[in-house]
C-alpha cells in the first residue's frame, strides 16, 4: 500500500520557535508538495519540488522554508513560529509524469502555535 | 493557473445520485481533469480523473462537457461514507505543476 507519512499529527509550539514539519514517501515519486488548510480556504499551496535540492515557490511561501536532500524526504521549516502558522499541514507527493497520475496525501499535521 | 469553480455545498439522500459540478472555462487543452475528496480529519484521496471522455471507475463517473469547460462528477448511490468535501483540478502537463486547489464542494448525506 502506498504511503506518505508525517512525522507528527498534533504539534504545540511557541511563537518564534523553529518548527520542522517531517514528510517522508515511500513511492519513489520525484515531486513532492506541502500545503496548508484553514476554514474557508481550501488547500493552498507553500511550496513544491520536483527533484533531489530542487524546489519552487507556491502561492504562500513567506515564512516558509524547505528542505529535501533525499528523494524520499520532503521537510517544511517554520524558521520562527508564529500565530498564524496555526494551521493544518499537509504533505504530498506524485509521479514525475504527473498530470495524469494520482497524487497522494498524507494524513495531515495539526500545528498549534500559541 | 486555469481556474475551478465549485458550489460551495451540496446536499444529498442516501442511495441517490449526486451530480457534482465544476466550471473550468480557461481550461487550456493539454490540462488534466482530476477529482479528489477529504473525508474529515484526513487527507485528500484521487476519486477520478480525465482529458476529454467520460470516465468510469469503481468510486464515481466522471463526465466532461464536450468544450470541456465544465464537468461533473458523479456519485451513482451516495452513502453516509461518500460525505466529503469534493475537489475539482486541473493538473497543466510538464514534470513540474504545480497543481492548486480550490475550496470544493461540501457534500452533506442524508439518511
Known amino acids: 500500500d502506498v504511503k506518505v507519512t508525517q512525522s507528527s499529527r498534533y504539534l504545540v509550539k511557541r511563537t518564534g520557535e523553529k518548527v520542522f514539519l517531517e514528510c517522508v514517501q515511500d513511492?519513489?515519486?520525484?515531486?513532492m508538495f506541502w500545503y496548508r488548510q484553514d476554514p474557508g480556504l481550501g488547500l493552498r499551496l507553500i511550496y513544491f519540488s520536483y527533484d533531489v535540492k530542487m524546489k519552487e515557490k507556491g502561492d504562500i511561501p513567506e515564512g516558509y522554508s524547505v528542505s529535501r536532500e533525499k528523494k524520499e524526504r520532503f521537510s517544511l521549516i517554520l524558521e520562527s513560529a508564529s500565530t498564524n502558522q496555526t494551521s493544518m499541514y499537509l504533505c504530498a507527493s506524485s509521479p514525475r509524469v504527473s498530470w495524469r497520475n494520482t497524487i497522494y496525501f498524507g494524513e495531515g499535521s495539526w500545528l498549534t502555535v500559541v | 493557473d486555469a481556474k475551478t469553480t465549485q458550489p460551495n455545498s451540496m446536499e444529498s439522500n442516501e442511495e441517490e445520485p449526486v451530480h457534482l459540478p465544476c466550471n473550468h472555462s480557461?481550461?487550456?487543452?493539454?490540462?488534466?481533469i482530476h477529482w479528489y475528496r477529504q473525508l474529515p480529519s484526513q487527507g485528500p484521496e484521487y476519486v477520478i480523473h480525465?482529458?476529454?471522455s467520460n470516465v468510469n471507475n469503481r468510486m464515481a463517473s466522471l463526465a466532461i462537457a464536450e468544450d470541456r469547460k465544465s464537468s461533473t462528477l458523479i456519485l451513482h448511490r451516495a452513502t453516509l461514507r461518500d460525505a466529503a468535501v469534493y475537489y475539482c483540478i486541473l493538473r497543466p502537463t510538464g514534470t513540474a505543476s504545480k497543481l492548486t486547489f480550490g475550496t470544493g464542494t461540501r457534500l452533506q448525506v442524508t439518511l
Open positions: 480557461t481550461i487550456s487543452g493539454t490540462d488534466y
Open positions: 513511492m519513489d515519486h520525484e515531486n
Open positions: 480525465g482529458l476529454t
